[in-house]
């Protein structure tokens, strides 16, 4: 069975600092990875997707996530923190035959500071 | 516009009412979804439908039930509502390409915020 662990429910950085959000999965089969992100009283907005293609994908607002099989990671980064990157981030995972269905992990709530 | 719509955007009932919360999507999508967000617990899934005659059953559907009455709507209703079934609840769709191996991106609607007293 296909699972998420997100370590670290809430994230504390500071505007200008690298971000840093973990994820780790567990698939049985080669897995699809999704990051998605939550502003306040919004859905659900794709960040960025692995589907076995390139390692390293890049997403939008300059978010990145880099896919390493032996780590069984998919950690979300960007650069330089803004202030407009404070939400909730989600990683999901789903695998082929699985109707896509996906499985969320429990979120991180990421803070931006001055 | 937006592609994927929900109705009510927040909703407050009592134990025992029965509850009807709307989807509907302009994506041209054949596969729709029910989540419901809790604090901590991420998004876990309801019910899922890829056509009008196909629905089924997530992790947690006991206590729900759906209708997909066409391609575009899909309801999500709670037949006696209870209180631990407060929560934020979200639709989303995903194109069905038929490709082996193929695993298509979900678009979310805005949610919909649910308070069972």
């Known amino acids: 069975a296909q699972s998420v662990t997100q370590l670290g429910s809430h994230v504390s950085v500071s505007e200008g600092a690298l971000v840093l959000l973990r994820c780790n999965y567990s698939?049985?089969?080669?897995?699809?990875l999704f990051w998605y992100v939550q502003y306040p009283n919004q859905g659900l907005q794709l960040l960025l997707k692995?589907?076995?293609?390139?390692?390293l994908v890049k997403g939008i607002n300059g978010f990145e996530a880099e896919f390493k099989k032996s780590e069984t990671s998919f950690h979300l980064t960007k650069p330089s923190a803004h202030m407009s990157d404070a939400a909730e981030y989600f990683c999901?995972?789903?695998?082929?035959?699985?109707?896509?269905?996906?499985?969320f992990g429990t979120g991180t709530r990421l803070q931006v500071t001055l | 516009d937006a592609d994927v719509t929900q109705t009510p955007r927040n909703r407050i009932t009592k134990t025992g009412k029965r509850i009807m919360l709307e989807c509907s999507q302009t994506?041209?999508?054949?596969?729709m979804y029910w989540y419901r967000q809790d604090p901590g617990l991420g998004l876990r899934l309801i019910y899922y439908?890829?056509?009008?005659?196909?629905?089924n059953k997530g992790e947690i559907s006991d206590g729900y039930s759906v209708s997909r009455q066409a391609q575009a709507k899909f309801s999500l209703s709670l037949e006696s509502a209870i209180p631990n079934q407060t929560a934020l609840y979200f639709c989303?769709?995903?194109?069905?390409?038929?490709?082996?191996?193929?695993?298509?991106?979900?678009?979310f609607g805005p949610g919909t915020r649910l308070t069972v007293l």
């Open positions: 989303a769709t995903s194109a069905a390409r038929g490709l082996a191996g193929v695993v298509d991106t979900q678009y």
């Open positions: 698939s049985s089969v080669p897995p699809y």
């Open positions: 692995y589907t076995s293609a390139a390692t």
């Open positions: 999901a995972v789903t695998e082929a035959g699985t109707a896509s269905k996906l499985t």
């Open positions: 994506k041209g999508h054949d596969r």
């Open positions: 439908s890829f056509d009008v005659k196909d629905i």
